[in-house]
């Protein structure tokens, strides 16, 4: 079975420092890997998804950047945080080859920036 | 573009009744998908149900339904007798399902809460 595994769960960073946050897909090959932030009253937002190694497009211009250095791994940066980049940040993955796939889900990972 | 629109931010029901969450979408394809996630105090979000759009009947998963009406653009979810573990932000959500990399939009979901 698939499981998709993000961390850390909870982080709180300075404004300024950088930031990694790890995704990492199991149980399947080349899925299309999203990253979503959820803001308070504002719902989903898509930051950044990717079809492939290598391949990612951004949706919302930011300080904020994403690399596919492996097929299941998807990696969430930023050089220097901003105290608006607050908030809740959602992994997720979908079937490549199936139009009616669903995202799945990790856990999330509430960033703080102080 | 396509825009999800759910014109419910906040709502309440006791327990055992039955509730509907609105949806309304924009876009111009013929083809595409819909969803409902949701997502309990966890965070975790779960996918309830979906509807592709060419097919009239609506989808239906146990407790939960939807009336979809394609010519309106509507995709409303039914969650019949509430419980208390339905409490959550639920998500209304859109894929036009062309493309490899088509992604699925989001609306900014409502907030259910089932009262005791």
């Known amino acids: 079975s698939q499981t998709i595994h993000q961390w850390p769960a909870t982080l709180v960073q300075p404004v300024g420092s950088p930031l990694s946050l790890e995704c990492t897909v199991e149980?399947?090959?080349?899925?299309?890997l999203y990253w979503y932030r959820q803001a308070a009253g504002r719902g989903l937002q898509l930051l950044f998804y990717?079809?492939?190694?290598?391949?990612i497009s951004s949706e919302v211009p930011q300080n904020l950047s994403a690399s596919r250095p492996q097929d299941r791994q998807f990696i969430l940066s930023s050089k220097k945080l901003l105290l608006s980049d607050s908030g809740f940040y959602l992994c997720a993955w979908s079937h490549p080859g199936d139009r009616y796939s669903p995202l799945h889900f990790g856990n999330g990972t509430r960033l703080t920036v102080t | 573009a396509q825009t999800v629109t759910q014109s419910q931010p906040e709502m309440s029901v006791q327990e055992a009744e039955t509730v509907t969450l609105s949806c309304t979408y924009d876009?111009?394809?013929?083809?595409?998908?819909l969803f409902w996630y949701k997502q309990p105090p966890s965070r975790q979000m779960i996918l309830v149900i979906r509807q592709e759009a060419y097919k009239q009947q609506n989808a239906t998963e146990n407790r939960f339904s939807v009336n979809f009406q394609k010519a309106a653009k509507s995709f409303s979810l039914k969650i019949s007798d509430s419980q208390l573990g339905d409490t959550a932000m639920y998500f209304c959500?859109?894929?036009?399902?062309?493309?490899?990399?088509?992604?699925?939009?989001f609306g900014k979901g409502t907030r259910l809460h089932i009262l005791p």
């Open positions: 990717s079809v492939g190694i290598g391949q």
């Open positions: 959500a859109f894929m036009r399902g062309l493309n490899r990399d088509d992604k699925i939009i």
């Open positions: 149980g399947t090959s080349n899925p299309n």
């Open positions: 876009t111009s394809e013929n083809n595409y998908y």
